[in-house]
T-cell receptor, first 119, second 110 residues
Framework: DTGVSQDPRHKITKRGQNVTFRCDPI?????LYWYRQTLGQGPEFLTY????????KSRLLSDRFSAERPKGSFSTLEIQRTEQGDSAMYLC?????????????????FGPGTRLTVL | KNEVEQSPQNLTAQEGEFITINCSYS?????LHWLQQHPGGGIVSLFM???GKKKHGRLIATINIQEKHSSLHITASHPRDSAVYIC????????????FGKGTHLIIQP
């Protein structure tokens, strides 16, 4: 399977613990995105990387959230001192961005998500 | 007000019916995505379009850039089409992530 993979698929943790999620993008893709989806809502954008550079992180929900993509391949999303409000599905997507005519081609492919439950 | 609005929020129809889901957006976009999400969370990209119309099997997506409106149609609907359909706008600049609608929960009854 050469799609986007995420690990773990499910995580249950106690409030105050740190958690780390991993995303492995499609290998030739240069962009990687993290989204969060709470129950009954559409996903919301958190951050993204162009290769190893994190180009946008102002949408990260608080300073407890951080993400890395150290070698421009897989990425990790860490949440420190988890709170019950952090319970959600965390989605990763990757894309190969290129410029076509006057537009930008950026079709994102999503992983299965990591469902976090904070007790 | 969400920058991407979908309607209806919930739709129940009988097998074989023609389905239309609408999406309106207030942001400038370079592309609009239609996504399908099944129970359990996995999201599949159905279409990405910036103008006109695209067709894949029984699915058709249209977009009117001037009116900032897109529609997803399903012909000859089937119970396996039951899912949440999400519209997402890509602005191509700024924060660069997708801006999502809340989704339309579609149930096709046999």
């Amino acid at each position: 399977d050469t799609g986007v993979s995420q690990d773990p698929r499910h995580k249950i943790t106690k409030r105050g613990q740190n958690v780390t999620f991993r995303c492995d993008p499609i290998s030739e893709h240069n962009r990687l995105y993290w989204y969060r989806q709470t129950l009954g809502q559409g996903p919301e954008f958190l951050t993204y990387f162009q290769n190893e550079a994190q180009l946008e992180k102002s949408r990260l929900l608080s300073d407890r959230f951080s993400a890395e993509r150290p070698k421009g391949s897989f990425s990790t999303l860490e949440i420190q001192r988890t709170e019950q409000g952090d319970s959600a599905m965390y989605l990763c997507a990757s894309s190969l961005v290129y410029f076509e005519g006057q537009g930008t081609y950026n079709e994102q492919f999503f992983g299965p998500g990591t469902r976090l439950t904070v007790l | 007000k969400n920058e991407v609005e979908q309607s209806p929020q919930n739709l129940t129809a009988q097998e074989g019916e023609f389905i239309t889901i609408n999406c309106s957006y207030s942001v400038g976009i370079s592309a609009l995505h239609w996504l399908q999400q099944h129970p359990g969370g996995g999201i599949v990209s159905l279409f990405m379009l910036s103008s006109g119309k695209k067709k894949h099997g029984r699915l058709i997506a249209t977009i009117n850039i001037q009116e900032k409106h897109s529609s997803l149609h399903i012909t000859a609907s089937h119970p396996r089409d039951s899912a949440v359909y999400i519209c997402a706008a890509y602005s191509g600049g700024g924060a660069d992530g997708l801006t999502f609608g809340k989704g339309t929960h579609l149930i096709i009854q046999p």
